[in-house]
Nanobody, 119 residues
Framework: QVQLVESGGGLVQAGGSLRLSCVASVRTFTNYNMHWFRQAPGKEREFVARISGLGSITKYADSVKGRFTISKDNARSTVYLQMNSLKPEDTAIYYC????????????WGQGTQVTVSS
């Protein structure tokens, strides 16, 4: 069973930075593609970024491109989301996801971590 635990959320002013972490309890972390999604109040969950198992391929939503960076530390079974130049519209619950086959929808999800950006 795959368990994902996010951390690093919090309250930050617009223009500030946060780094989210997600630790995966899996045997071979490089077998898993890792994703970040987010869900704002009253909105559907939306894709933010993903990274391939070996970390060689990344993809970002247009809304975060150039501001957010996804990375993996395979030795720590951890995926990160570095968020810079945060905007109030980035306020959401951020979810970590994982799958073995690289599709748009993760098979496994974490519990989420709240990010609030004040103006």
């Amino acid at each position: 069973q795959v368990q994902l635990v996010e951390s690093g959320g919090g309250l930050v002013q617009a223009g500030g930075s946060l780094r989210l972490s997600c630790v995966a309890s899996v045997r071979t972390f490089t077998n898993y593609n890792m994703h970040w999604f987010r869900q704002a109040p009253g909105k559907e969950r939306e894709f933010v970024a993903r990274i391939s198992g070996l970390g060689s391929i990344t993809k970002y939503a247009d809304s975060v491109k150039g501001r957010f960076t996804i990375s993996k530390d395979n030795a720590r079974s951890t995926v990160y989301l570095q968020m810079n130049s945060l905007k109030p519209e980035d306020t959401a619950i951020y979810y970590c996801g994982a799958n073995r086959v690289l599709t748009n929808t993760p098979d496994y999800w974490g519990q989420g971590t709240q990010v609030t950006v004040s103006s």
